[in-house]
């Protein structure tokens, strides 16, 4: 019998999977929608059931929802949970009610965005979003060759307030495509002529095409444009289809791996994205959370990795990748 929890007052909506067992674990998302978080929470669900205990989900309404995701967890403080996995929409603001939990005994497991600091949680499982990102940015270097020297670049960032995942796939971009990036854990700081305007998409494919409308009127010469994730990358393209920039003089390059986002590589939409794997994250941190132990994380990284690949129908020379083939097979949503 599916248990349906509301939550007074609450923007979130939380549910429960069958109570299998007393031990609940929770899982929060940033969103319930983007098939992100879907996959991961089909992740976590099988899990829960073969581990035998209850599963109890939340999300918030839009990306940057911290205080739904505090009333998710002291909803999990009080429902006596051993744990939870979080993606957080706040990588600093939410660190006082994580320590708050682990306070009352709660293991928690960060998965695709690491805390500000990272140690703020039990562990973190990620993709390493420094390296999605360079893969992206080498991956375009190497592929505009002797243009990427007067590169047109538009960025379509995910919010403001530049959580650790934005700041990671903007930097690691720059670095693989050959910009300094002076404070590697920030963005907007650069001096590089290349970069013509960060915008925000929320990592929304709506708010993406918005974003893109403005960063035309600022840079109508654009040639690159990097997005957080392929919604954003997604409505970037409709907004260039819209003023006649759909002839291939703009590559768009993007970070996930989903089912959509792939093929739209194989259709031209996006030039490379960085696949990464969301129900592994999801999976393993019930399974540390259920069993207690944590799998061996190299002190140097500071977190698990659980893989990026490069999908791209154009290899480029010395960078790595997959094929739009092998990519549909691996992606999700």
């Not at 047109?152 to 919010?159: E, G, H, S, T, Y």
């Not at 995942?165 to 920030?186: A, E, S, T």
């Not at 990464?276 to 393993?284: D, H, I, T, W």
């Not at 791209?312 to 739009?324: E, L, M, Q, Y």
Request: glycine residues 10%.
């Amino acid at each position: 019998m599916l248990k349906k929890i509301m939550l007074a007052g609450s923007i979130l909506a939380l549910s429960a999977m069958p109570v299998l067992a007393d031990e609940i674990i929770g899982l929060i998302t940033k969103t319930e929608t983007n098939p992100f978080f879907v996959k991961m929470r089909e992740g976590a669900q099988a899990k829960a059931a073969e581990l035998g205990i209850t599963l109890q989900t939340a999300a918030g309404k839009y990306d940057g929802d911290n205080d739904g995701q505090v009333a998710a967890i002291e909803n999990l403080i009080a429902a006596g949970a051993k744990g939870f996995a979080i993606v957080p929409s706040d990588s600093k603001a939410i660190v006082p009610t994580i320590q708050k939990a682990r306070d009352a005994g709660l293991k928690v497991i960060v998965l695709d965005t690491p805390l500000d600091p990272m140690n703020a949680a039990d562990a973190t499982f990620a993709t390493d979003n420094r390296k999605a990102g360079q893969l992206i940015g080498a991956w375009a270097n190497k592929t505009l060759g002797d243009k990427a020297k007067d590169a047109k670049i538009v960025f379509l960032d995910l919010a403001t307030n530049q959580p650790t995942v934005d700041y990671l796939r903007d930097q690691g971009f720059m670095q693989g495509f050959g910009i300094d990036v002076k404070d590697p854990n920030k963005y907007g700081d650069e001096d590089d002529p290349r970069i013509c305007t960060h915008e925000i998409s929320q990592g929304d494919q709506e708010k993406g095409r918005t974003a893109m409308e403005n960063a035309l009127q600022k840079c109508p010469d654009v040639n690159v444009v990097y997005t957080i994730n392929e919604p954003a990358a997604a409505g970037a393209w409709e907004a260039l289809k819209a003023v006649g920039k759909d002839d291939g003089s703009v590559m768009i390059v993007s970070v996930d791996g989903g089912c959509p986002g792939v093929k739209n590589v194989e259709a031209g939409v996006i030039g490379a994205t960085s696949q990464q794997y969301p129900l592994k994250m999801a999976a393993m941190a019930l399974e540390a959370i259920h069993s207690g132990t944590l799998p061996e994380i190299d002190p140097a990284v500071g977190f698990f990795d659980t893989g990026a690949q490069l999908v791209t129908a154009k290899p480029a020379d010395g960078v790595p990748s997959i094929t739009v083939e092998e990519g549909l097979k691996l992606c999700w949503g």
